[in-house]
């Protein structure tokens, strides 16, 4: 055999097994440059007009990344429609009515499809329109490493519950979620920094208004004229569950530090936010964020690209979808 094997033959097969094992499995910063040199103007072009037609739909497009990358890594399973014989995570209860933004995908890979067929696969295009909107929302940019392929597979409605953290569980509770994804409470705290834009409905911080953990009193940690505006937006019925709430009620469509500076009044909106402020090394750097927003700018960058790299699927495993609401 080896003598069959010419020595600039060998040293050949020898370098291409070193680049294969450099290039073949890792993100990469210009991953689709040559493949779809066209790809980052079609995706400014499609956040900019979903945002242009509402203005919310930057924090959907943030949080849907967020949401899939939680739950079976970021590999695009959010976006997987049920079908007869499948049940994926959109109809789980911390997504169904409540995770927007699908049809933006839809509108954006579409033309991602006419200009590069089968290339890009869906979740790239999540996580670059996830920063995208953080830019038109007035937050920062960052460096995205790109290269992630479509999951095959998606989560269990029970692994979507079990795995996103709750706007009623304690920080600890919250801090371990994010452990076990491999990101830390630094990362808590600056990720939840994206409830800088936003809404929530009613029934996700209702339970602080009326009868806080049956005290028959509001919550003590929420400021009283926030109280009164929450109270007038939910009012003490079942119907008004859905209604919404801004989420940084002074900002609530720039992205900014805002949020931070509203933990220090008191104005956190959800449970799990004011809780930031109740633990001393959190607090300590709420308040390190609410005096630099430039140190909030830079670390979200360096959160989200951590949080972007969550169970990604490279090289060959998982495929290009051809359509993100269908495995090929
Ligand atoms: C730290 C734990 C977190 C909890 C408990 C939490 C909880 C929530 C809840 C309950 C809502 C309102 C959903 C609804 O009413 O339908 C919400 C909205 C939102 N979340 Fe979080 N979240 C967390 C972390 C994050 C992270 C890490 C991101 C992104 C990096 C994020 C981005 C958003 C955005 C942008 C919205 C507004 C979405 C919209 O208006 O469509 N959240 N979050
Ligand atoms: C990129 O878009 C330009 C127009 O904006 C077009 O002329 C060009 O052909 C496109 N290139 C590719 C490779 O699709
Ligand atoms: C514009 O936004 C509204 C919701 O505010 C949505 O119903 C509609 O489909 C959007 N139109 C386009 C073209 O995206
Ligand atoms: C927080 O986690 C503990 C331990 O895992 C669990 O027993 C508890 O029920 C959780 N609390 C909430 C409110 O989810
Ligand atoms: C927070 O407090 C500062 C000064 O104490 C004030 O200027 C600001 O309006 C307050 N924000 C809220 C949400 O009450
Ligand atoms: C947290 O800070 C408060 C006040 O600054 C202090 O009394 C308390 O001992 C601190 N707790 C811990 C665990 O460091
Ligand atoms: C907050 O910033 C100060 C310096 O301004 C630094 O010493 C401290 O470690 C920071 N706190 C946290 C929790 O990062």
Same mark, same amino acid.
């Given at each position: 055999m080896e003598k069959n094997l010419s020595k600039p033959f060998s040293v050949f097969l020898l370098w291409l097994l070193s680049q294969s094992v450099l290039v073949c499995c890792q993100l990469d910063y210009k991953f689709y440059d040559y493949t779809c040199p066209n790809l980052t103007k079609i995706v400014t072009y499609g956040v900019w007009s979903a945002i242009a037609n509402d203005t919310r739909m930057a924090a959907s497009l943030l949080r849907l990344h967020f949401h899939d990358c939680f739950v079976n890594g970021c590999d695009g399973s959010l976006l997987l429609d049920d079908t007869s014989t499948f049940k994926g995570e959109k109809t789980a209860l911390p997504n169904i009515n409540s995770v927007r933004g699908y049809e933006v995908i839809d509108a954006i890979k579409s033309n991602v499809e006419k200009a590069c067929?089968? !290339?890009?696969?869906?979740?790239?295009?999540?996580?670059?329109?996830? $920063?995208?909107?953080?830019?038109?929302?007035?937050?920062?940019?960052?460096?995205?490493?790109?290269?992630? $392929? /479509?999951? $095959?597979?998606?989560?269990?409605?029970? %692994?979507? +519950?079990?795995?996103?953290?709750?706007? #009623? %569980?304690?920080?600890?509770?919250?801090? @371990? =979620?994010?452990?076990? =994804?491999?990101?830390?409470?630094?990362?808590?705290?600056?990720?939840?920094?994206?409830?800088?834009?936003? #809404?929530?409905?009613?029934?996700?911080? =209702?339970?602080?208004?009326?009868? #806080?953990?049956?005290?028959?009193?509001? /919550?003590?940690?929420?400021?009283?004229?926030?109280?009164? &505006?929450?109270? +007038?937006?939910?009012? &003490?019925? @079942?119907?008004?569950?859905? =209604?919404?709430?801004?989420?940084?009620?002074?900002?609530? !469509?720039? #992205?900014?530090?805002?949020?931070? $500076?509203?933990?220090?009044n008191n104005s956190g909106v959800l449970q799990s936010d004011q809780a930031l402020l109740g633990d001393n090394t959190t607090a300590s750097m709420v308040i390190n964020y609410s005096r630099f927003p430039y140190l909030f700018s830079r670390d979200f960058g360096a959160s989200m690209v951590k949080m972007s790299n969550i169970d990604v699927l490279t090289g060959q495993n998982g495929e290009i979808r051809k359509n993100c609401r269908v495995i090929n």
């Open positions: 067929p089968s !290339t890009v696969s869906c979740t790239d295009i999540v996580a670059m329109v996830s $920063r995208h909107a953080v830019y038109l929302a007035g937050g920062p940019y960052w460096a995205l490493p790109l290269g992630r $392929r /479509d999951g $095959r597979t998606a989560g269990s409605v029970d %692994e979507v +519950s079990q795995q996103l953290p709750s706007p #009623f %569980e304690p920080l600890d509770n919250i801090t @371990a =979620k994010f452990t076990s =994804k491999g990101l830390n409470l630094k990362d808590v705290v600056v990720l939840s920094g994206a409830h800088t834009i936003g #809404f929530a409905q009613c029934f996700t911080f =209702k339970s602080r208004l009326f009868n #806080f953990d049956g005290s028959g009193n509001p /919550d003590p940690t929420l400021d009283a004229s926030l109280l009164q &505006n929450l109270r +007038s937006v939910c009012p &003490n019925q @079942a119907d008004s569950d859905t =209604k919404l709430a801004p989420l940084d009620p002074i900002t609530s !469509t720039r #992205f900014d530090n805002t949020y931070f $500076r509203n933990l220090l």
